[in-house]
């Protein structure tokens, strides 16, 4: 079994008060795996119930929203369930595919005699669903986002002494040089999880027979299978269909990704896009995969200022793959060998850059990026921390960070901001930043923020005589 890091998550969600949980995310990274491991270690009785192959149950959700009129029904389809106050954790898999189910949560959640965890693909798939006839209750139910494994987790997988994650992370929290021998081996590990990504089943491909083509086929087969799913919703009575249309908008956005990310500037572009349409209906296609969780974007901004939300050029982005492993399945033969031999510079740091927004999107950082109009500078992402715009560059090389270098250099136009590049280097430093290695990425942790508001002591608010 992976360990993965969404279960101390599960845990403390657990242990507070809570309302139901809704775990999202794209298909095929380990959901429905990973909230029946935790049922089997956390509870004593655990209700499974899969809301896609199992039609049937969607009869026990159709009336009145009575929990007990609701526990009937299951335990009519379900001959084995057993609901027992405080003990019990019932898993309502793929409830997209089951409305009413989603709506019955603020009833179970009102009960409060079992826990309830849902899990789903395609919740963040607007306009082609059943839709919600009797509504999702605000304020009765979480949710929360679980991504393919992070290079922390692929470390953690690999059986390595937690000693020397604990000695990594303190070099680069401190800004000092890793021991050459711990640093060549980090980044011969970096470079293996670029290759084979994050997918569970990729991952365990991986380290069963560490055969790279045995990788890229199961990846293929991954992406195939998520590819089979688009376009498909419920019509009025409850069967399967696909929105064709949308279906093919979609693949196609997908299919010209390697070729978007292998230009110069990566800014998407519709013209790219080889199906039928005008930008306004392909961007349907992109929606799509953006909501199911395969893709991200980052988005140009007009300076470099802080907040960067409201310097965002809504209309000017990047397109990137949740997955590194999943964009490298797509491009030739020879990047396998190139990669594990350091080369990142092939497609035009297409790769690069994508593990940078992978890594950064899995830290739940908004993916922002600055190009300037006459095209340089160019700045490959910016993020937000303690109020203030950070520049990140990325080389696939120990290149020089030409654009970041005269940013930095030329304050009075665009202001004084922290910068770090990433390369092919050990921890070090620079003029007005620091490098760090590409593993640095499997090290990123969001510091804890402070939100305390100090009350003002109202009894010490006297009217004047």
Avoid at 10 to 34: A, E, M
Avoid at 63 to 73: C, P, R, S, T, W
Avoid at 355 to 364: I, T, Y
Avoid at 391 to 420: D, W
Wanted: aromatic content about 10%; overall charge neutral.
């Amino acid at each position: 079994m992976l360990k993965r890091k969404i279960l101390n998550e599960l845990i403390s969600w657990k242990n507070r008060p809570h309302h139901p949980l809704v775990v999202r995310g794209l298909r095929q990274i380990g959901k429905t795996y990973i909230v029946k491991q935790f049922g089997k270690e956390n509870y004593e009785y655990t209700i499974y119930l899969d809301l896609r192959s199992n039609v049937a149950l969607h009869k026990a959700f159709a009336g009145d929203f009575d929990v007990d009129q609701m526990i009937l029904k299951i335990s009519a389809v379900e001959k084995d369930a057993r609901f027992i106050p405080g003990k019990t954790l019932l898993i309502l898999d793929e409830i997209q595919d089951c409305a009413n189910a989603r709506s019955s949560l603020k009833y179970w959640d009102i009960d409060g005699r079992f826990d309830v965890i849902c899990t789903g693909s395609f919740l963040g798939v607007k306009g082609f669903r059943n839709p919600y006839v009797r509504g999702v209750s605000v304020g009765y139910e979480e949710q929360i986002t679980m991504y393919p494994l992070t290079f922390q987790e692929f470390l953690v997988n690999t059986g390595m002494d937690l000693k020397v994650f604990d000695y990594v992370q303190k070099s680069i929290d401190e800004k000092s040089m890793v021991d050459s021998t711990v640093h060549e081996s980090m980044r011969q590990l970096y470079l293996q999880y670029l290759l084979v990504g994050g997918m569970p089943e990729v991952v365990n491909t991986f380290f069963e027979t560490h055969d790279i083509n045995q990788v890229r086929e199961k990846q293929k087969q991954i992406l195939n299978s998520i590819k089979d799913d688009f376009g498909r919703y419920k019509d009025s009575e409850g069967k399967d269909k696909i929105n064709e249309v949308l279906k093919l908008r979609a693949e196609a956005c997908l299919n010209s990704l390697p070729a978007q990310l292998s230009k110069e500037y990566k800014k998407f572009q519709y013209s790219l896009v080889d199906v039928k349409g005008h930008s306004p209906e392909k961007a349907d296609g992109l929606q799509y995969l953006e909501d199911v969780g395969l893709v991200v974007r980052a988005y140009n901004t007009l300076q470099i200022s802080y907040p960067l939300e409201a310097e965002k050029i809504t209309t000017e982005f990047k397109v990137f793959f949740i997955d590194t492993g999943l964009l490298t399945s797509q491009l030739g033969d020879e990047v396998p060998a190139k990669i594990l031999n350091g080369d990142l510079g092939a497609y035009k740091g297409a790769i690069a850059e994508n593990m940078v927004a992978a890594a950064f999107a899995k830290e739940g950082r908004s993916l922002y990026y600055y190009h300037a109009p006459s095209g340089s500078p160019e700045l490959d992402f910016l993020y937000e921390e303690n109020g203030e715009a950070v520049i990140v560059e990325c080389k696939s090389t120990n290149n020089r960070a030409t654009s970041m270098k005269f940013v930095l250099a030329n304050q009075k136009k665009y202001g004084v901001h922290p910068a770090i590049k990433i390369a092919d280097a050990n921890v070090g430093g620079g003029e007005g930043f620091c490098t760090y290695p590409l593993y640095y990425l499997g090290f990123l942790h969001q510091k804890p923020k402070t939100n305390i508001i100090e009350m003002v002591d109202v009894k010490n608010i006297k009217v004047p005589e």
